[in-house]
């Protein structure tokens, strides 16, 4: 078990795999639920994150015709 703390959880995405000519998914709502357990399975830690927006990247067909003030990007 690793005993210090936990300071960063990061979750990335491949914005590229949302749209393509043949398939549009367009803008994703993603909802994390994070539990840190103990050593006996205990939950020591339990967040939900809600409303995570993740929006197709710019070679995306229709991306300039999506919202993007809410997506979250890493680059």
């Given amino acids: 078990m690793y005993d210090k703390t936990i300071k960063d959880v990061v979750v990335s995405f491949q914005t590229n795999k949302l749209d393509s000519i043949n398939k549009l998914y367009g803008k994703q709502y993603l909802t994390l639920e994070i539990k840190v357990l103990g050593k006996k399975d205990e939950i020591i830690d339990d967040e939900t994150i809600d409303d995570i927006a993740v929006g197709p990247d710019e ?6 015709f999506y919202d993007k003030t809410d997506c979250k990007t890493r680059k």
């Fill in 59 to 64: 070679k995306s067909p229709r991306y300039q």
